[in-house]
């Protein structure tokens, strides 16, 4: 399965789960198109790296995603989007009578409506191209809910909502819009969270991440952001071209439940 001569944008992608589906693509042939809010020189050599490791052309683009303008400037700096990933996204957990405005109005910006704005942004140059896939990185929390994650829930209840409607209105053309579902992943951000939480109720690592962290996960296994990556080379694949408007959970049977 190659991808070679697709360039792949990433949003959200120097780090975790975006970092990871860049890889497999570039490990699929794709040229990849690296991005966050920051401009540091770390950022651009991760973008080398990939281009080093897999023999394809990377680069890195700054554009913040809670900014309508700066999403579709991504597209246009981008110089092609034959693939594109809306993967940027945050977190806040408070209950919604506390939940403070200014996180909800980020979390919706960048987790739902950065979407929008990629999406529309793409859409024109796929069309020129005759070929096109997009890879929403949703959550389980697009699919089912949890307390205290009101903007989260309802960003990726958002996205899953999008994506469907995307896929209509392209589902007569070599394009596909499809949302991957993610429950508990093994990403930088969830590690650093395992210390704390063993000192906190005493437990051992592996106690931890079963009992603990993974309670909600019936497999009891984090998924990995290399999983993750494996099944958007999948939706990009000639075997999943009549895949669209649908959510591909990867989860551990979390939403079976
Ligand atoms: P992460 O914090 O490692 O990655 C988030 C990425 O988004 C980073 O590259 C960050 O720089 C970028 N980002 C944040 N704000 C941005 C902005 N304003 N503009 C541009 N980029 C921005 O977290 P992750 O776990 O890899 O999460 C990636 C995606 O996967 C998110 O959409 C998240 O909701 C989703 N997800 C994660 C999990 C999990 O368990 N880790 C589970 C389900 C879904």
Redesign the pocket.
């Known amino acids: 399965m190659t991808l070679e001569g697709k360039t792949a944008v990433i ?10 589906v860049a890889r497999e693509l570039a490990r699929a042939g794709a040229n990849v198109v690296l ?4 401009d540091r020189e770390e950022d651009h050599t991760l973008a080398a790296e990939l281009a080093r490791e897999f023999s394809v052309k990377a680069q890195y683009v700054q ?5 309508g303008a ?1 999403c579709r400037a991504l597209i246009e700096k981008a110089g092609a989007c034959d693939i594109l990933i ?6 806040h957990v408070s209950p919604i009578d506390e939940f403070p405005q200014e996180k909800w109005d ?1 979390i919706i ?3 739902m409506n ?1 979407n929008f704005h990629t999406m529309a942004a793409a859409l024109p140059g796929m069309r020129a191209a005759g070929w096109g896939r997009i890879v929403n ?5 697009g699919l089912t809910a949890s307390p205290y994650k009101a903007a ?1 829930v309802a960003a ?1 209840h958002g996205v899953v909502g999008m994506t469907k409607t995307v896929a209509l209105e392209t589902a007569e053309e070599p394009i596909t819009c499809n949302a991957i ?10 590690e650093a969270q395992i210390p704390d939480t063993m000192e906190k109720y005493g437990m051992g690592r592996e106690e931890v991440i079963k009992k603990v962290m993974l309670e909600r996960q019936p497999s009891r296994e ?2 990995t ?1 290399e999983q993750l990556g494996g099944t958007a080379v999948f939706l990009c694949s000639d075997a999943a071209a009549q895949i669209t408007g649908t959510t591909i959970s990867v989860d551990g049977g979390w939403t079976a439940l």
Request: with cysteine.
């Open positions: 949003t959200g992608s120097n780090s975790g789960i975006g970092l990871g991005n966050s809010f920051t554009a913040d995603m809670s900014k700066d809306n993967n940027a996204g945050i977190q980020a910006a960048i987790n950065s990185i949703a959550s389980a929390h989260y990726k579902c993610p429950g508990y992943v093994l990403t930088p951000l969830v984090f998924a952001v």
